[in-house]
C-alpha cells in the first residue's frame, strides 16, 4: 500500500470517527422550543406533541440536540412520561436563595 492511500485511509477514518452536527440549531429555533415547552399547560410533553406544538416544523436530530442543551443547562427535566420546564425565574425565588442560611 502506498504513503498516499494510507494517508487517505487515516483521514477518512478521522472524519467517521469525529461527531456528525448535520442540523445546528439556531438561537431562535432554541428559543421557539423554549416557549413551546414553557407554555405547555400540562405538566409534561411528550417529544411527538412538542413537535406538534412547534410553529415551524424542526429536524428530529436538531431537535434532540436542543433538548440535550437544555437539560445540561438545568432548564429542563427529561423522564419517562416527557419533559418538564423546571427553570424558575422567579425573583422572590432568587431573593430566598441569597439570604438564605446555610447549615
Known sequence: M????????????????APKF?????LNTVM????????WYNSE??????????????????????????EASNKIAVGLRGIVWIQNDSPKMRKAIREGTVM
Open 2 to 17: 502506498s504513503k498516499s492511500v494510507q494517508v487517505q485511509k487515516s483521514s477518512q477514518d478521522a472524519r467517521k470517527a
Open 22 to 26: 448535520l442540523h445546528s440549531p439556531t
Open 32 to 39: 421557539m422550543v423554549e416557549d413551546a415547552i414553557k407554555g
Open 45 to 70: 410533553i411528550s417529544i411527538s406533541q412538542l413537535k406538534k406544538v412547534l410553529p415551524k416544523q424542526v429536524n428530529h436530530t436538531t431537535l434532540m440536540s436542543i433538548l440535550e442543551y437544555l
